[in-house]
């Protein structure tokens, strides 16, 4: 691609950058919380179809997907989960094929007294736009979009065919990406902007979701010494898990992406409920647990360790020696995955195309990281022999308060992102 037309490329994101803080605020004012991302995938099934794409509109059917690797467990059912897919088919295919994902579903806004606005009411100040998912990810499936708008303005289109995704189920289980490979979506390479700073992920970890559920014996609280409270038995339980954190953050433990990272692995207690009545001795108790997992490292055999730790330090308690630990996974059984050890061709074309299309923008060589965090990435890379490439806009708060991103990062990326597409896939004229 001569600099002739890159620069024409940079010039139609400029042109359109009004347009798509716009469509990026649209698409942000819509709650799209688990289970409630029904009104954003309609909007962006019209948005696609508009641009004269083949879209593709299904529910997921998890009798179709349980079987496949990369499957998360999940509670409840998916009658509102759906997927959108907008298909470019090329009229050359003289290129190689891309799918752009992204998801829409966000994490749940929290406490609506922390934030200065609303989280659902989007706002832009001093170069930043604020609500709930404008970083994590809609900025990004905005880039994906507004990349390909670029080329049309310039009269071209992919000469490959291009899969743009707009997925559900990211934030708990992945289930949405996986959806689409069950579905026969393949390509050549994969591009996901999460909010990563203009970084190239290089690994990212894996990620387990479990609950412990405790039963005590209920008593009035009088007579507390009689009973045997419930949320107190949670506490050496929670202690132990922290133990086998540490454990396996050990340096012998590390996968070499991490080798220099003291604390890659983060348990997290996100939830504890329990009891019925604050004069009652608590009869029960649940709580959830995030725990992180090296790339490599065996899901099962994490498991075990889990279970076994949970149980012998029930072991040692007078109380839930006779009143087992009950373990219920649901959520991400997500394995972990570095496109840093993905040598093949595709691979190496991929992340030189990226590295060019990001000089080509900022003027400064691609830097890379390893995350601490997972991605979708892992379906493409681990199942579908595809290498994926997360690289994203600048965002901060992602899962905060007050979450926004930097709408100049949010202009680069989709420069970068035109610019990956045309060397990448080749360009044709428009149809």
């Known amino acids: 691609m001569n600099t002739n037309m890159q620069t024409r490329l940079l010039a139609a994101v400029d042109d359109r950058f009004d347009d798509q803080i716009a469509f990026l605020s649209e698409l942000t004012a819509h709650p799209s919380t688990r289970g409630n991302e029904q009104g954003a995938q309609d909007f962006m099934a019209r948005e696609l179809a508009g641009r004269g794409m083949e879209v593709d509109r299904w529910q997921i059917d998890v009798a179709d997907i349980r079987d496949l690797p990369g499957f998360s467990p999940v509670i409840g059912d998916y009658e509102d989960a759906v ?113 990563f700073a203009e970084q190239l992920v290089t690994a990212q970890l894996g990620v387990i979701w479990f609950q412990v559920h405790l039963k005590g014996l209920p008593t009035h609280v009088a007579y507390a010494g009689s009973g045997s409270n419930a949320i107190e038995a949670a506490v050496p339980l929670i202690s132990a898990l922290h133990e086998m954190e540490a454990r396996w953050n050990a340096p012998a433990c590390r996968h070499a992406d991490y080798a220099h990272h003291d604390h890659a692995l983060n348990l997290n207690i996100g939830k504890i409920e329990g009891g019925d009545w604050a004069s009652s001795v608590p009869a029960w108790c649940v709580f959830d647990v995030r725990m992180g997992i090296f790339p490599g490292q065996d899901i099962a055999t994490a498991k075990s360790e889990i279970q076994e730790v949970l149980l012998q330090a029930a072991r040692d308690n007078d109380f839930l020696r006779n009143n087992t630990p009950e373990i219920v996974y649901h959520g991400f059984h997500a394995e972990g995955y570095a496109l840093s050890q993905d040598t093949s061709a595709a691979a190496v074309g991929a992340i030189g195309a990226l590295e060019g299309a990001h000089r080509r923008v900022s003027g400064t060589e691609l830097d890379k990281a390893a995350i601490t965090a997972t991605t979708d990435a892992r379906f493409f890379g681990l199942y579908a022999d595809t290498p994926a490439l997360v690289y994203g806009p600048r965002a901060e708060a992602i899962h905060g308060f007050n979450e926004r991103v930097d709408l100049d990062s949010m202009r680069r990326v989709t420069q970068a992102t035109a610019l990956f597409i045309a060397d990448w896939c080749g360009l044709e004229p428009a149809g």
């Open 83 to 195: 997927n959108v897919v907008g298909a470019h088919r090329s009229a050359t295919r003289q290129g190689r094929s891309l799918i752009l994902n992204g998801h829409i579903d966000v994490v749940p806004e929290g406490p609506l007294e922390m934030w200065d606005s609303p989280p659902f009411a989007p706002r832009v100040a001093d170069g930043w736009m604020y609500g709930r998912g404008a970083g994590d990810m809609k900025a990004g499936l905005a880039s994906n979009l507004f990349a390909l708008d670029a080329l049309r303005a310039c009269g071209f289109a992919p000469a490959a065919d291009v899969f743009f995704q707009s997925v559900v189920e990211e934030e708990c289980t992945g289930n949405g990406a996986l959806a689409c490979l069950q579905r026969g979506y393949r390509a050549e390479a994969a591009l996901i902007p999460e909010p």
